[in-house]
Nanobody
Framework: QVQLVESGGGLLQTGGSLRLSCVAS????????MGWYRQAPGKQREFVTSISSDGSTNYGDSVKGRFTISRDNAKNTVYLQMTTLKPEDTAVYYC??????????????WGQGTQVTVSS
């Protein structure tokens, strides 16, 4: 079994910064891509950013230049540094990882989500 646990969410004002973390644990053989998605009330879950095992990154248009994804492979952890936050960034942020388990099965895994609220 594999678990992803996010942390770092909170309430802050427009223009603030926040860093989210997500740690993967369990029966892990290899962690491939990792990323972040978010879901605002009444909206569909949307892609925020991803990082491959070799460090290549992709960003959604709405966060380019403001958010930075990074990972620490030794700690099975992915980070999301968010700056210049806006009210429209308010959402539940979900960690996602494509993981090959020790049974050599590859699946997408999700964290439970962490709330980020940006007040105007």
């Amino acid at each position: 079994q594999v678990q992803l646990v996010e942390s770092g969410g909170g309430l802050l004002q427009t223009g603030g910064s926040l860093r989210l973390s997500c740690v993967a644990s369990g029966s892990i053989f290899r962690i491939n891509a990792m990323g972040w998605y978010r879901q605002a009330p009444g909206k569909q879950r949307e892609f925020v950013t991803s990082i491959s095992s070799d460090g290549s990154t992709n960003y959604g248009d709405s966060v380019k230049g403001r958010f930075t994804i990074s990972r620490d492979n030794a700690k099975n952890t992915v980070y999301l540094q968010m700056t210049t936050l806006k009210p429209e960034d308010t959402a539940v942020y979900y960690c996602n990882a494509k993981i090959t388990t020790r049974l050599l099965l590859t699946n997408d895994f999700w964290g439970q989500g962490t709330q980020v609220t940006v007040s105007s």
